[in-house]
């Protein structure tokens, strides 16, 4: 690799019609997969990727959390460049931010995330040494410092909207509900008068308090203001996750 940092490289993001909605604006949803899939190509690049660190040691990243910043518009078959850096780690847990310019050169989407190993067969956060002693990556400084892993809801007065059984199409190859699924859940949970905001949300928050597996009966609830939306998923009584759009 020599001297060269993570964010010298740069990716290009061409997508078409699929990720944005009827109003020809990105889903929630969309921001997820976009952040994570260039993560994922960025890291093969510094021995850090999913598929290599399966092979070799059974585990995989999962997202502890993400917050996207909405920064500029993005428009249907534009393609963007994205630049992806580690901002640290500490205690297992590794900080991964994502910049995503339009092709004017302007800044369109701004991430913070928080990562850690997962032992794919003991279903449990990695305890060994050996999958991170192989990795190159480079700490560099965080757009968005102060970043959480936990957000805690018992201040909002939640509204239980419906349940869910998680299906075999939600699954990804770490053997749990795939990360834009949780966008998928906020969009749907959304009044359909603050899908017709999402042009005025200012920033996206996901936090993943537990893991949801294929048949898990999943509780969704919501508060819904002016001001932001936030929906949880419960699975026998126990939070798993929370999603939140804020409006500016």
Same mark, same amino acid.
């Given at each position: 690799?020599?001297?060269?940092?993570?964010?010298d490289?740069?990716?290009?993001?061409?997508?078409?019609?699929?990720?944005?909605n009827g109003?020809?604006l990105?889903?929630?949803?969309?921001?997820?997969?976009?952040?994570?899939?260039?993560?994922?190509?960025?890291?093969?690049?510094?021995?850090?990727?999913?598929?290599?660190?399966?092979?070799?040691?059974g585990?995989a990243?999962?997202?502890?959390s993400?917050?996207?910043h909405?920064?500029?518009?993005?428009?249907?078959?534009?393609?963007?460049?994205?630049?992806t850096?580690?901002?640290g780690?500490r205690?297992?847990?590794?900080?991964r931010?994502v910049?995503?310019?339009?092709?004017?050169g302007?800044?369109?989407?701004?991430?913070?995330?928080?990562w850690?190993?997962?032992?794919?067969?003991a279903?449990?956060?990695?305890?060994?040494?050996?999958?991170?002693? =192989?990795m190159?990556? *480079?700490?560099?400084?965080? %757009?968005?410092?102060?970043?959480? !892993?936990?957000?805690?809801t +018992?201040?909002? $007065?939640?509204?239980?909207?419906?349940?869910?059984?998680?299906?075999?199409?939600?699954?990804?190859?770490?053997?749990? =509900?795939?990360?834009? *699924?949780?966008?998928?859940? %906020?969009y749907?949970?959304?009044? !359909?008068?603050?899908r017709? +905001?999402?042009? $005025?949300v200012?920033?996206?928050?996901?936090?993943?308090?537990?893991?949801?597996?294929?048949g898990?009966?999943?509780?969704?609830?919501?508060?819904?203001?002016?001001?932001?939306?936030?929906?949880?998923?419960?699975?026998a009584?126990?939070e798993?996750?929370?999603?939140?759009?804020v409006?500016?």
């Amino acid at each position: 690799m020599g001297d060269r940092k993570e964010s010298d490289y740069e990716y290009r993001v061409p997508f078409g019609t699929s990720l944005f909605n009827g109003e020809g604006l990105l889903r929630p949803d969309a921001y997820l997969r976009m952040a994570t899939d260039v993560a994922d190509q960025h890291v093969r690049s510094f021995n850090a990727n999913n598929g290599m660190l399966m092979e070799q040691f059974g585990v995989a990243w999962v997202l502890l959390s993400m917050e996207i910043h909405r920064l500029s518009p993005v428009r249907q078959n534009e393609t963007l460049t994205a630049k992806t850096w580690c901002t640290g780690w500490r205690h297992g847990m590794f900080g991964r931010d994502v910049l995503f310019r339009n092709e004017a050169g302007e800044a369109a989407i701004g991430v913070g995330s928080m990562w850690t190993l997962f032992d794919v067969n003991a279903r449990e956060i990695y305890k060994g040494e050996e999958a991170y002693e =192989v990795m190159d990556l *480079r700490e560099e400084p965080s %757009l968005y410092p102060g970043k959480k !892993a936990r957000f805690k809801t +018992r201040k909002y $007065d939640l509204a239980e909207m419906e349940t869910r059984i998680m299906q075999p199409s939600m699954i990804d190859a770490s053997g749990h =509900v795939n990360n834009s *699924r949780y966008g998928e859940f %906020l969009y749907d949970m959304m009044s !359909a008068g603050a899908r017709d +905001r999402l042009a $005025d949300v200012d920033r996206y928050e996901f936090f993943f308090h537990g893991e949801l597996s294929e048949g898990d009966s999943v509780t969704l609830s919501r508060f819904e203001s002016d001001e932001e939306v936030l929906v949880t998923g419960s699975k026998a009584a126990q939070e798993a996750f929370v999603a939140r759009a804020v409006f500016r």
